[in-house]
């Protein structure tokens, strides 16, 4: 019978990652209409790079709450639109670069 074999994997040491800027690799951005941003969190949440955060605007609302918006880290972005497409309120919309335009 034949012996199995496992290869060893190609794995990064951890933090590895934040060496490799990919924000090159799209043809798009995304672009944050911070007006229409509510700061819900969920182009954080399904980012699959990682690369949004909220930020303080350093005003506050009507009840003195810091407000706060959706920023794209774009070193790391990889223009795959998914914060657009899960945003419900308009506030992310994709732009393509100007390399990529015809
Ligand atoms: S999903 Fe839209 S509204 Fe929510 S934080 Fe992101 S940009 Fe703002
Ligand atoms: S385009 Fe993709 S990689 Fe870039 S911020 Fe949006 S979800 Fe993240």
């Not at 774009?74 to 998914?82: E, F």
Request: proline share 3%; hydrophobic share 30%; glycine share 8%.
């Amino acid at each position: 019978m034949e012996k199995l074999r496992i290869t060893l994997g190609a794995v990064s040491r951890p933090l590895e990652s934040l060496k490799v800027k990919t924000g090159d690799w799209g043809a798009e951005y995304p672009v944050v209409i911070e007006e229409n941003c509510k700061a819900c969190g969920d182009c954080v949440v399904y980012c699959p790079d990682l690369c949004i955060e909220l930020v303080e605007t350093g005003e506050v609302d009507e009840k003195g709450r810091k407000k706060k918006v959706a920023k794209v880290n774009y070193d790391y972005c990889k223009g795959c639109g998914t914060c657009s497409v899960v945003c419900r309120h308009e506030a992310i919309k994709m732009e393509i670069k100007e390399l990529y335009k015809g």
